[in-house]
């Protein structure tokens, strides 16, 4: 069973078709990208999978179940977590906090646990903060737990995001431009960033992006969009030689 | 062990304030001045959970207020109390150390409930369209109240004071005093529990971005709903001691001045700050007092306070920092982050 | 014929809705700030009206019908003043910080409350009484009785539409009111600046408050500091189910709570009529969330 099925997917917004027909099926343990010009539907597609929008037609299936219909936070809860492509953090909270929450789901005590401090309350609270510092110390970002994301340089914040989003414990990772505003420095430390969580935490991992460096050197599959339909799909070396993706991104090379 | 010496402490002075009162050595003014701080000390904090951790804007606190008021008023007076409509007293007045929690308890639950008037639009809709729903929720709750005969009406409902003598003749202790002290510690031990756990930070997350929230595993609609009941139950719980403090109520004394007030202390203490609230509604309750002899002028000078918060410290006294951040040293007696 | 004297007094008392909506709808649509104090300003017209009128027809001994001629533009003009330095002084030293939203429409509450309080303070708990500046004519038409006034109120806001309706789609502050609410920064860039068109608006919406203020000061002549204060909670509740920031909704709401208030007090005890006329609001705004002609922001992520 595919961990992510993805059939006919189309979604219009009046007369526009942003998605248009989209299929994929993503296995476990994949690092994929989906790349296109701009406005060819890419954050869509990945605002349909969380649950922000629903399909105009096609469905969604995770793991074999159908998330259409489904809140954005239960589709978390199956497993699938994501990143922005302006990074929304919550901008008064410190960094501790901003993973704490993304464990909403996991937060296993009621309200009157909470209220009453019970032993249930102490157990999940506990295990919610064990497993942000873990990941905290793991990606490097311990010294910055107690800072405000916006006194954070650009760099971190994006790395923090990041570390939200694994706190949901996923399945499936979805990076949204995860490159985008960062020097080339930062864009090295990423390279290396994505590559250690998709070996250690053997999450698929599926990304949008620009930066070709970024695409090439990580994906071992990539799919191509424009004006919202499937153009190309293949290995880095084939969508590299593919002319329908050059013409899309750099125009008709016949005058 | 220092955890231990706050709680204590607290207990102690409180016992100092009822010894105090008990002795004659405060007045009656006095401690209904006192009375009043813990009953705005309530609806401050209360309010500050959707005003100002939730960042939403409701006009209409006066409204839930009202609703505690009135039906823990009618359970007491049911019970304990003579009345032309209701009867006689169905309880000894005895048994108003049983009767009294329990009815503010069901004051507190009937406004809970009404909080859901404004917390389902809540999830469809924010900011301004949420104004005008607590807004006419206020009015709907003062309307149907005064269109009540039942329950006296525009006129007014009295008869709860059966039930704080019905306590003193057991024990002579200045009763709803104690309450009202025990109702202000509860509902501020109640809400920073709620919010210094995850389960509560999810209401600051929605604040600050709904959608990353919603997408990050927080169920929204849920979180929206304790935060709304939560905040219009302690509401009720205010309006209960307020009215058994008065030992009378009438619909005007819960309209959008009092929602107004209510907001002032909020804003005047900072969102999102729960020492804020509390502080800001304390130093209210003495300004109102204060500022007595300005009659109908005091009416003036507050929203003109308020309007120069506005222009130089918007962020209210405290902004969104508690006491232990300003004095780190008070961490050693109580944590809160 | 019973129902069409209903539909008159609907349309009268809507009248006064819609102007004052018109008010609120139209700082809305430029500034996306909810002018609490507007509710009061119509009631400072009411009373600066008063004064003008009581000090014309005594001190200086002039006829009704020239002092009503002079009350109303003057009113409508002192009114508009004080709109403005309610603006000047109070909301646009935060704008200029840009201060958050909400602090603005937390002052704009404030002033509301210094107005009324203000008034009380000042004037005395004692009711004004609006000198009869006309002859009332009543005309019976049918069986529907018919009154100069009411005609007047209901001619005065419908000729208000109209000219705000030319003035937003013809001219180019008017069509720079417009703008604002789309792209605050875009505009200045045509050639206007910012503060000049927020100060229109609000020469606008408070003469328009000014003139509901004469008008209901004629039709229910006693005046008291609050008068102002439930009236303009309702108008703008009015203007929101209508679609706040659309001319027309103001317009549209204002009659329509006219016409649900008048169909509640005909069928129920009029005790009940706020409660069911809130209701009645509250189930439209929650059909339609943007209200009749209310326009959805999609969100973008």
Redesign the interface.
């Known amino acids: 069973m595919p961990l992510l099925e993805i059939n006919a997917l189309t979604r219009r917004f009046g007369g526009l078709i942003a998605v248009n027909d989209f299929n994929i099926e993503l296995g476990d343990h994949e690092l994929v990208a989906l790349i296109g010009p701009n406005g060819a539907g890419k ?1 869509t597609v990945f ?1 349909l999978i ?3 929008y629903k399909p105009s037609e096609g469905y969604i299936r995770f793991n074999g179940q159908d998330t259409r219909g489904l ?3 239960q589709v ?2 199956l497993g699938v ?2 990143t ?2 302006g990074i ?6 410190h960094v501790l ?1 901003n993973i ?8 296993g ?1 009621s ?1 009157l646990d ?2 009453l ?1 019970t032993k249930n ?1 102490m157990q999940h ?1 506990k295990a ?1 903060d064990d497993i942000a510092w873990k990941l905290l110390d793991a990606m490097g970002l311990k010294d910055v737990a107690y800072e405000l994301p916006r006194n954070l340089p650009y760099g971190v914040q994006r790395r923090v995001e990041i570390a ?2 694994m706190s ?1 414990k996923p399945k499936l990772l979805l990076l949204d431009e995860p490159a985008a505003g960062l020097n080339s420095a930062d864009v090295e430390d990423l390279i290396k960033l994505v590559k250690w969580i998709h070996e250690t935490f053997r999450v698929t991992i599926w990304m949008i992006e620009h930066q070709m460096k970024v695409v090439m050197t990580l994906c071992s599959r990539i799919k191509v969009i424009d004006f919202g339909a499937t153009i190309a799909d293949g290995t880095p070396e084939e969508i590299q030689k593919n002319h329908t993706v050059i013409k899309a991104y750099l125009g008709d090379d016949t005058i | 062990m220092q955890k231990k010496t706050f709680t204590i402490g607290i207990f102690a002075f409180m016992a100092l304030i009822a010894g105090l009162a008990q002795a004659d050595i405060l007045s009656p003014y006095h401690i209904s001045v006192l009375m009043f701080m813990g009953v705005n000390v309530i609806l401050a904090t209360s309010l500050n959970l959707v005003n100002g951790y939730m960042g939403e804007f409701s006009c209409g606190h006066g409204g839930f207020m009202c609703v505690g008021a009135y039906v823990s008023s009618v359970v007491t007076v049911l019970l304990f109390s003579k009345n032309q409509i209701l009867g006689a007293p169905l309880l000894p007045a005895s048994l108003a150390f049983l009767g009294f929690p329990l009815a503010l308890l069901l004051g507190a639950a009937a406004a809970s409930v009404a909080g859901l008037v404004v917390a389902i639009p809540s999830f469809k809709t924010r900011g301004d369209y949420l104004a005008i729903i607590t807004l006419a929720a206020n009015y709907i709750v003062i309307s149907a109240i005064n269109n009540m005969e039942i329950i006296g009406g525009p006129r007014g409902f009295m008869g709860m004071s059966a039930t704080e003598n019905g306590m003193k003749s057991v024990v002579d202790l200045p009763w709803m005093l104690i309450w009202v002290m025990l109702g202000t510690l509860f509902t501020v031990w109640l809400l920073r529990r709620f919010v210094t756990s995850t389960l509560g930070k999810g209401v600051p997350a929605i604040c600050q971005d709904e959608i990353a929230a919603e997408i990050m595993s927080v169920d929204t609609n849920r979180i929206k709903l304790i935060a709304f009941m939560l905040s219009s139950g302690l509401a009720g719980l205010a309006g209960g001691l307020y009215a058994h403090v008065l030992g009378y109520v009438n619909p005007q004394s819960f309209d959008i001045m009092r929602s107004t007030e209510v907001m002032v202390m909020v804003y005047m203490g900072g969102m999102g700050s729960l020492s804020g609230a509390t502080i800001a509604a304390v130093v209210y309750t003495v300004l109102m007092e204060a500022l007595r002899f300005l009659d109908v002028w005091k009416w003036v000078v507050i929203p003109l306070l308020l309007i120069l918060l506005m222009q130089f410290r918007p962020e209210g006294v405290m902004g969104n920092k508690e006491l232990a951040d300003l004095f780190p040293r008070l961490r050693k007696y109580y944590s809160f982050k | 014929m019973e129902i069409f004297q209903h539909i008159l007094n609907a349309l009268q008392f809507g009248s006064f809705y819609a102007l004052i909506a018109l008010g609120y709808t139209l700082v809305y649509g430029v500034l996306g700030l909810i002018n609490f104090a507007h509710g009061d300003i119509f009631m400072v017209g009411a009373y600066i009206g008063y004064f003008i009128a009581v000090a014309l027809l005594s001190s200086v001994g002039l006829n009704p019908a020239v002092t009503l001629a002079l009350t109303v533009p003057a009113t409508m003009i002192l009114t508009a003043a004080v709109g403005v330095t309610l603006e000047r002084t109070a909301y646009r030293p935060l704008r200029r910080k840009g201060a958050n939203r909400l602090y603005v429409v937390i002052t704009a509450l404030m002033a509301g409350l210094m107005l009324e309080n203000g008034n009380l303070a000042l004037l005395g708990a004692s009711r004004k009484r609006f000198p009869d500046l006309i002859d009332k004519v009543i005309w019976n038409v049918h069986g529907v009785s018919i009154t100069n006034l009411k005609v007047i109120v209901i001619v005065a806001s419908i000729a208000v539409f109209l000219l705000l309706q030319f003035i937003v789609t013809r001219t180019k502050i008017g069509m720079a009111m417009r703008g604002i609410s789309y792209d605050k920064f875009a505009i200045p860039l045509m050639g206007i600046p910012l503060d000049t068109i927020i100060l229109f608006t609000f020469i606008l919406g408070s003469s328009m408050a000014g003139l509901a203020g004469i008008l209901f000061a004629m039709s229910y002549p006693i005046l008291e500091p609050y008068m102002g204060a439930l009236i303009g909670w309702k108008a703008f509740i009015a203007a929101v189910v209508g679609g706040i920031g659309d001319i027309r909704g103001a317009i549209v709401g204002g009659f329509l709570l006219g016409f649900i208030e008048l169909g509640v007090v005909a069928v129920f005890p009029s005790t009940l009529r706020d409660l069911f006329a809130f209701s009645v609001l509250l189930i439209i705004l929650w059909l339609r969330p943007t209200g009749i002609y209310g326009v959805a922001r999609t969100t973008k992520i």
Do not use: K
Not at chain 1, 88 to 93: F, I, K, T
Not at chain 1, 100 to 107: K, L, T
């Open positions: 954050t605002n969380s649950g922000f809140r954005p936070h978390t809860a977590a994501r922005f492509q929304r953090l919550w901008s008064e909270m906090d704490r929450i993304a464990q909403h789901y996991r937060m005590y309200l909470c209220f401090r309350y609270e919610i939200r989003a949901v």
